[in-house]
C-alpha cells in the first residue's frame, strides 16, 4: 500500500508503552463523565458508598455511575451492550480504569439505585444554575408519550377485554356447531370428519375454552379493583393517545420543563396519567425551585387548560400561559360565543352583543368550582335572540377566580408569538431523546424503573446542551473547581 498513510505493525513492540490517557484526548467529552461524578458527593444521594465487610469486593458506585452516565450520552442504554463496550470501547476503558462488570451487576446498579439516579439528574440541574445557565424568564412545559415494554396485544381496557370476550364466545360456538354438525352427519350414516380435522377442531376449541376463562378472570379482576386498563407485560404501563398519525401507544407520559433560553430540560417526571390537564402548577413549581429568576413565566399548550392549575400557578407566583380550548361550538354554528360578551368589574355585569347588562342573580358550586350566574330579562324581546340562546334567556357563568383566566388570555392577545416559543423550546428535546431511544422507548418495566431510566436520558440530553453551550474545556474546568470528594481507592 506504497503511497498511503501506513499503521504500526500489530506485533511491534513499543519502546515507551503509549497510556490509557494518550487516547483519550482532553477535550473528549468522556472527561466530563469523570469530572461530573467525581464531583458527587455519592453518599449523600444515597448510593451505598461503604465497601463490604465480607465477600467478594463490590464495584465502587462511581464506576457503575460512570459507565452508565457514559452509556446514555452515547446511546448505550442496554446493560448487555454497556458489558461488551467496557472491554472493547477505549473511552470506556479509560473511564472505568480497565474494570469490566459484567452486565448482571450493571443491570442491578441502575435497578437497586433508581432514587439516587434520579438525584444525580437534579445534581446536574443545580449545575446549570451555578454556572448561570437557568436565569432565563420564560420555562415551557410539556408531555410526550414514551413506548413501554408492552406490545399493545398485551394491553387490555374493560372495553376491549368485553370484545375479545365475545368474539371468543363466537369463535367457540362456530366450533362446537362444526364439531356437532360432523356428529350429527356421522350418526346419520354420513362420512366422518378425517381424523386429521377433528384433532384441530378440538386442539383450537380446548386453545379457545382457557382463552375465554383467561379474559374472563382479567375481567373479573380489573371490576372488583375499578382499574380501568391492565398491561400484561409492564403493569404500570397506560395506554394513551398521542397524534392523529399515531394514535395510541402504551406506555407513560413524560412531562417536562424546559428553559426558552437554553433549552434545558430543568424539571420532569414520568407519568401513568395519559392527559396533560392537572399537571402544569406542579412542573412550573419544580422548574421554578430551580430556576434564578423571582417571576418565572410559564407556557404551556391548550391540553393543560384547567381553571385550578392556573389559579395553583398565580398563587405560586408564576405568571402562566395557556390558550383556552375552544369546547362551546357557538361560534362555529354562526352564534354569539361567550367572546361577545364583555364584563366590567366594577359594574359585575357582562355587556351581551345587543348592548344589555346581565346582572349577577346568585351562586353555587359546579365539579368543585364556586361559579356565578349573570342574566337580563330583556333577551325574551331581543331581536338576535335567534343568534344567542336557544332557552328563555342566555345565561353567563363566572368562576370566582375568573379574572385570573382573563388575565392569561389578555397575555396571548398580548403576545400571539408565544406558543411558537413554546413549540420551539420544548418539543426539540423530546424529539432528541426519542430518537436516542430508538424504536423501543424505555427498556426496562414498572414506574420506578421508567424513572431512572428517564433520569438518565435527561441527564445525558442536559450534558450534552452544556457541552454544546460552554465547550468541553470550560465545562470540564467548571466540574472540577466543583470537585467535591477525592477519587476513592477502591477501584
Ligand atoms: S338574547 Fe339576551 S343576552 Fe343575547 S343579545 Fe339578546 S338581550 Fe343580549
Redesign the pocket.
Known amino acids: 500500500m506504497a503511497g498511503f498513510v501506513e499503521g504500526a505493525g500489530r506485533q511491534q513492540a513499543m519502546l515507551f508503552p503509549e497510556t490509557l490517557d494518550d487516547y483519550v484526548g482532553e477535550a473528549n467529552p468522556v472527561r466530563v463523565v469523570d469530572a461530573f461524578v467525581e464531583m458527587l458527593d455519592l453518599a449523600a444521594l444515597g448510593f451505598r458508598t461503604a465497601a463490604k465487610e465480607t465477600g467478594r469486593p463490590g464495584y465502587h458506585p462511581g464506576l457503575m455511575l460512570r459507565i452508565y452516565v457514559y452509556g446514555y450520552l452515547n446511546r448505550i442504554q442496554s446493560s448487555r451492550r454497556l458489558e461488551t463496550e467496557c472491554g472493547r470501547n477505549l473511552e470506556l476503558i479509560w473511564l472505568t480504569s480497565r474494570l469490566q462488570p459484567d452486565f448482571k451487576t450493571i443491570a442491578n446498579f441502575r435497578k437497586e439505585n433508581g432514587p439516587a439516579i434520579r438525584k444525580v439528574c437534579r445534581q446536574f440541574v443545580l449545575f446549570c444554575r451555578d454556572m448561570s445557565l437557568l436565569d432565563a424568564d420564560t420555562v415551557a412545559v410539556d408531555g410526550s408519550r414514551f413506548k413501554a415494554v408492552n406490545a399493545k396485544s398485551k394491553s387490555f381496557t374493560l372495553e376491549k377485554l368485553r370484545r375479545k370476550t365475545k368474539d371468543i364466545d363466537a369463535g367457540i360456538a362456530r366450533y362446537m356447531a362444526e364439531l356437532v354438525r360432523a356428529d350429527a352427519a356421522e350418526a346419520e350414516g354420513g362420512q366422518p370428519l378425517p381424523k386429521g380435522r377433528l384433532e384441530r377442531l378440538a386442539r383450537k376449541l380446548s386453545f379457545l375454552v382457557r382463552e375465554a376463562e383467561e379474559t374472563r378472570a382479567m375481567q373479573a379482576r380489573m371490576e372488583a379493583s375499578g382499574e380501568t386498563q391492565v398491561s400484561l407485560t409492564d403493569p404500570d404501563a397506560r395506554s394513551m393517545t398521542t397524534t392523529a398519525r399515531h394514535p395510541r401507544v402504551i406506555g407513560y407520559n413524560v412531562q417536562s420543563v424546559v428553559d426558552a433560553e437554553h433549552h434545558l430540560i430543568v424539571a420532569h417526571e414520568v407519568t401513568m396519567q395519559g392527559f396533560d390537564r392537572g399537571a402544569l402548577s406542579g412542573m412550573a413549581i419544580a422548574a421554578q425551585e430551580v430556576m434564578t429568576t423571582d417571576d418565572l413565566h410559564a407556557v404551556a399548550d391548550k391540553g393543560y387548560y384547567s381553571s385550578e392549575q392556573l389559579l395553583a400557578c398565580e398563587r405560586a407566583g408564576i405568571t402562566a400561559t395557556v390558550p383556552k380550548p375552544n369546547t362551546s361550538g357557538a361560534g362555529a354554528r354562526g352564534q354569539?360565543d361567550r367572546a361577545d360578551f364583555v364584563y366590567d368589574a366594577e359594574s359585575d355585569t357582562y355587556a351581551?352583543?345587543?348592548g344589555?347588562a346581565?346582572t349577577y342573580r346568585y351562586a353555587r358550586a359546579e365539579d368543585g368550582l364556586q361559579m356565578r350566574r349573570y342574566w337580563?330579562n330583556?333577551?325574551p324581546g331581543?331581536p338576535?335572540?335567534s343568534m344567542?340562546?336557544t332557552g328563555t334567556?342566555?345565561r353567563m357563568r363566572r368562576w370566582e377566580h375568573e379574572d385570573v383566566l382573563e388575565r392569561v388570555q389578555q397575555r396571548i392577545a398580548d403576545d400571539p408569538l408565544i406558543m411558537r416559543i413554546r413549540r420551539q423550546t420544548v418539543e426539540h428535546p423530546f424529539g432528541t431523546i426519542k430518537a436516542w431511544m430508538g424504536a423501543t422507548h424505555f427498556t426496562m418495566k414498572r414506574l420506578k424503573n421508567v424513572a431512572t431510566e428517564m433520569a438518565l436520558h435527561v441527564l445525558a440530553y442536559n450534558m450534552k446542551r452544556v457541552m454544546k453551550i460552554l465547550g468541553v474545556p470550560a465545562m470540564l474546568a467548571a466540574l472540577q473547581a466543583s470537585t467535591a470528594p477525592a477519587r476513592p481507592a477502591a477501584w
Open positions: 354569539y351581551c352583543p345587543a344589555k346581565l337580563t330583556a333577551c331581543c338576535l335572540k344567542c340562546t334567556e342566555r
